[in-house]
């Protein structure tokens, strides 16, 4: 009989892929939510058709060489034309949900309320009608990285005036499909919006044009304050009659120290409260970790500044932002290992030099298309008992998980096994961790534009012919196994 490999906490193993022995054959609670999740940009196209506005995005891939491959999103799934074919992909898997976004600049083409774009709001109408009739669950994500260009031009996240610019365009959403939508999701990973593409900017515009340091902060603290302003507003003006619940998708690589001595384990719990506790400690408690308030602070004073690079929360700002989340929605894809990077961490004003932490992947798990994503479920069991133990033991919904692979993969086993450990790391922490976790979400429906890497890697369950003017959809073997996973809640029955 065959064997492949097969990753199990973290080290790679030879495994009889039909037997099944290391798999739990526990079945997934009855109330438990299965989904599938794309982004507007990355699926829609129709980029400059019916009253769409140009997006950072549109600006941004037109203007600098920032795709590996040289593609742009201008048609990608072309799911603004062919949301019905989305429709029937998503029923053929048996989703509980499916979560999309919504395209700011598709709506509001300028960015602001004096002109609604009527093209836009049929497109969704039609989308969230046409799930409904198909007993899919809209979730909706409010922003997904899409800022129109004009509010790009004055600032974007960094200018504190988008926190009423956002809220508005929220309040919109909120009259025009509230009555359909029982899960908002404000903004999706500001980690990565915040932090992670400021290295795209100085990579091509160069350390000294790029105000690192400070730029993150903004756009973080802008998030923050945009969010819970949304989230009070929801509760105050639509939560009684529409009854629908919110909350903001974090992301993270979990860090584990890299070995049990105390240097590495205080390195990783630094990198967690960079990453994660960044935006979920103020949700939680009210304020920014201490250890980020400290090494940033520090450093700022050590670099010449008459101020810390960290902003502060007024008082009110804080009352606002305490509590204002329904669930935590976590966006894992992997892990990595943490040790002190040894640096003064004052040399340069930027985000990785304030938590000065050196992160790196085993060796040993297995890797994926993605040079950053490699196997390791362990991580993701821990990350959710972490969740549990240090955030007042939430419910947690996980609204992306997925595995990168070569364009026109069809038999994409391996995305199978990466699914196949996940959920049954998920499985250990629900019966054997008390963890409240309640949905699982794929990422990603389709093969669709993944940013900076264009075509590059895929990550869908259906594979898009984007050489075929249709884009046609096929499913490949993980829609298969996904949808099994649907239909028993089991992973034991192939």
Request: net charge negative.
């Amino acid at each position: 009989m065959q064997c492949k490999w097969i990753v199990t906490g973290c080290l790679t193993l030879l495994f009889n892929w039909t037997s099944c022995q290391e798999i739990s054959n526990l079945t997934f609670p009855d109330s438990f939510l299965f989904g599938a999740a794309s982004s507007a940009y990355q699926i829609e196209g129709a980029w400059n058709e019916s009253g769409k506005g140009p997006s950072k995005w549109d600006f941004i891939i037109h203007a600098v060489p920032i795709v590996v491959d040289g593609s742009n999103a201008e048609v990608a799934c072309d799911s603004y034309h062919r949301y019905n074919e989305d429709i029937a992909a998503l029923k053929e898997l048996g989703v509980n949900y499916y979560r999309f976004s919504i395209a700011w600049p598709r709506l509001l083409p300028r960015g602001f309320l004096n002109e609604i774009n009527p093209d836009g709001v049929q497109y969704y109408n039609n989308l969230i009608d046409g799930l409904l009739a198909e007993g899919i669950e809209p979730w909706v994500t409010i922003f997904h990285a899409d800022t129109p260009f004009p509010i790009y031009y004055l600032g974007d996240w960094n200018n504190a005036n988008i926190v009423e610019y956002f809220t508005d365009y929220a309040d919109l959403l909120f009259q025009l499909f509230g009555d359909r939508i029982k899960t908002w999701l404000t903004i999706n990973e500001p980690l990565m919006y915040c932090a992670t593409f400021i290295k795209n900017a100085v990579r091509f515009l160069g350390q000294v044009s790029v105000p690192t340091g400070v730029t993150e902060y903004l756009c973080g603290h802008n998030v923050l304050r945009a969010h819970a302003k949304t989230y009070r507003l929801y509760e105050e003006k639509y939560k009684s009659s529409q009854k629908g619940r919110i909350s903001i998708v974090l992301n993270t690589d979990f860090s584990m120290p890299a070995s049990d001595s105390e240097a590495d384990v205080n390195a990783a719990q630094t990198k967690r409260d960079f990453d994660l506790g960044w935006f979920l400690h103020p949700l939680v408690y009210g304020d920014y970790p201490q250890r980020m308030i400290d090494n940033i602070g520090n450093h700022s004073s050590a670099q010449g500044y008459p101020f810390s690079r960290l902003p502060s929360f007024t008082v009110k700002e804080k009352k606002d932002i305490i509590g204002a989340y329904d669930f935590i929605a976590i966006n894992h894809y992997t892990s990595e290992l943490t040790v002190p990077n040894n640096s003064s961490g004052i040399t340069v004003s930027s985000y990785d030099d304030d938590h000065n932490i050196a992160t790196f992947k085993d060796p040993s798990w297995a890797g994926s298309a993605a040079s950053w994503l490699k196997v390791c479920p362990q991580g993701f069991r821990e990350m959710l008992v972490y969740l549990k133990n240090h955030y007042k033991n939430p419910e947690i919904v996980i609204t992306e998980q997925g595995y990168a692979d070569e364009p026109n993969t069809l038999n994409d086993m391996e995305r199978i096994n990466y699914y196949r450990l996940y959920l049954n790391d998920a499985l250990k922490a629900i019966y054997e961790d008390g963890v409240k976790l309640t949905a699982y979400t794929a990422w990603s429906l389709l093969d669709s534009f993944e940013w900076d890497s264009g075509y590059s890697i895929r990550f869908g369950l259906y594979h898009v012919d984007f050489e075929d003017g249709r884009r046609t959809r096929t499913p490949k073997e993980s829609a298969r196994f996904y949808k099994n996973v649907i239909s028993t809640r089991k992973l034991t029955d192939l």
